[in-house]
């Protein structure tokens, strides 16, 4: 992995009677590194901190997690299509069986007229 810069601006607004003043510091360390700060404040005084400690790695985490999922909703879609044509021919299958059944049990209770031949002697 190459090296990422962690920047580290901090804001602070100091309450002066009269005018109001804002200050802001930048830090960069190498990967990994770990550095702590302080500062002299004033109580009562308000003030932001935002960080950018492991951006590269949450952005390398939801990267991995997005093909992950792509692949399986890639997945998913080609099992709902396969399943919707297996239902397609069970249906037609189950039709088909369906009329034959009918038609057979039509055959058996339909007139079957017999030609009947007598012979006198």
């Not at 302080?38 to 400690?53: A, N, P, V, Y």
């Not at 951006?55 to 399943?83: M, P």
């Not at 039709?95 to 339909?110: D, E, M, N, T, W």
Request: aromatic fraction near 10%; charge should be positive.
């Amino acid at each position: 992995m190459g090296r990422w810069y962690c920047r580290l601006p901090l804001l602070l607004l100091f309450l002066v009677p009269g005018s109001s003043r804002a200050s802001e510091s930048n830090f960069e360390l190498p990967d990994n590194a770990k550095q702590c700060f302080h500062g002299d404040i004033m109580q009562g005084t308000k003030g932001t901190l935002q960080f950018q400690e492991a951006l590269k790695s949450v952005i390398d985490h939801q990267t991995h997690f997005r093909l992950r999922e792509a692949q399986g909703r890639s997945s998913a879609e080609d099992l709902n299509t396969r399943v919707a044509y297996w239902l397609v021919r069970e249906a037609l299958i189950l039709l088909a069986v369906s009329i034959a059944q009918v038609l057979l049990l039509k055959s058996f209770f339909s007139d079957k007229r017999t030609r009947t031949t007598c012979v006198e002697s």
